[in-house]
């Protein structure tokens, strides 16, 4: 048996002893186990954090690339630029939109606590 062989061997060999064995050491009891007002109270409020949170990255990642495409296409023919801004400013206030509603999401969950 190579060396690779038996040192791929005695890891399989902890991992499955660590699969068995460390459930057991993290079990509680019944009666500990319970959510509690304070359990539900940090979920909500990380989910109001994560909320916003992506949203707001999504937001930025959006208008960044409405704008670029943009100026690309302005750059490409200077002659669209009208054509090519009103939809521009609608498509960044709706993305903005998106994102003051995750906002307002996230407020309401803060106020559940």
Known sequence: MSLFRKALAAVGATFVSMLVLVPSAF??????AGDNKFTVQ???ALAAGFGIAIAAFGGAM???KAVTAAMEGIA???GAQG???V????GLAL???LVIYSLVISF????KL
């Open 27 to 32: 079990a509680q009891e019944a009666v500990a």
């Open 42 to 44: 940090v979920f909500v």
């Open 62 to 64: 959006a208008q960044g």
């Open 76 to 78: 490409r023919n200077p």
């Open 83 to 85: 054509k090519m801004f």
């Open 87 to 90: 939809p521009m400013i609608l």
């Open 95 to 97: 993305i903005e939109s």
């Open 108 to 111: 309401s969950l803060i106020g």
